[in-house]
Nanobody, 125 residues
Framework: QLQLVESGGGLVEPGGSLRLSCATSGRSLDIYAVGWFRQAPGKAREGVSSSCNTAGDTNYKDSVKGRFTISRDVAKNTVFLQMNSLKPEDTGIYYC??????????????????WGRGTQVTVSS
């Protein structure tokens, strides 16, 4: 089993920044593609970004391109999501997920084998 734990969420004003972390314990993330998803109140969960492998291949949804950056720290078994220029519409619970499958920029929930419990991000003045 792979356990994922998200952290770094919080309340931030529009235009602000947050860095989310997705950490594992016991097993390496090296073989997994890792995606970040978010779910706003009353809306379906949507993918925002994925780290496809340790070679640095990444993918972003258009809504976050140029504002969000996904990265991995292989030594720490952690994937980060740096979120800049945050907007109120970025508000939601952010989840990370890991997949042993092959693919990049896949945001179908069934592609992912493991999920964290999420961290709340609220963008509001």
């Amino acid at each position: 089993q792979l356990q994922l734990v998200e952290s770094g969420g919080g309340l931030v004003e529009p235009g602000g920044s947050l860095r989310l972390s997705c950490a594992t314990s016991g097993r390496s993330l090296d073989i997994y593609a890792v995606g970040w998803f978010r779910q706003a109140p009353g809306k379906a969960r949507e993918g925002v970004s994925s780290s496809c492998n340790t070679a640095g291949d990444t993918n972003y949804k258009d809504s976050v391109k140029g504002r969000f950056t996904i990265s991995r720290d292989v030594a720490k078994n952690t994937v980060f999501l740096q979120m800049n220029s945050l907007k109120p519409e970025d508000t939601g619970i952010y989840y990370c997920a890991a997949s042993a499958g092959v693919g990049c920029g896949v945001y179908i929930k069934s592609f992912y084998d493991y999920w964290g419990r999420g961290t709340q991000v609220t963008v509001s003045s």
